[in-house]
């Protein structure tokens, strides 16, 4: 569960630190495989920390993408890496896409909770 009472605003913090944090890795992944000489070690760094973020937010495909994505790395593969990372970016703007509407879902059950609260306090 990625939010309870401790800290009701848990979601809303992170998805755009999150949001922004994994945007930035995939823009230097991007970077690093466009040069001509591939920096494997680089991309295999900023794999770790994306997937590290990945498995504490609880985001499985994401995780095992990025999983695929460092295996083919190790090979230095520069075309599997290419393959990867598309499908890391895919995983990645899927979850992001969830976490909009989780948010926007939650934005309207409050907005909806205290309306009604609204409604109670005028009986």
């Known amino acids: 569960m990625l939010e309870d009472d401790g800290c ?38 900023y794999l770790r920390r994306l997937w590290e973020n990945s498995i504490h937010l609880g985001a499985t495909r994401l995780t095992l993408a990025c999983n695929k994505f460092r295996d083919v790395c190790r090979e230095n593969d520069k075309e599997g890496c290419e393959i990867a990372m598309l499908e890391v970016r895919r995983e990645f703007d899927e979850l992001y ?15 909806l909770d205290s309306k009604q609260i609204i409604g109670v306090s005028k009986l």
């Open 97 to 111: 896409k969830k976490f909009q509407t989780m948010l926007q879902l939650k934005q309207q059950i409050e907005a």
């Open 8 to 45: 009701p605003g848990f979601i809303a913090e992170i998805t755009p630190l999150f949001g922004k944090q994994v945007k930035g890795f995939l823009s230097e992944l991007s970077k690093l495989l466009c040069e001509p000489l591939v920096d494997f070690e680089k991309i295999d760094a």
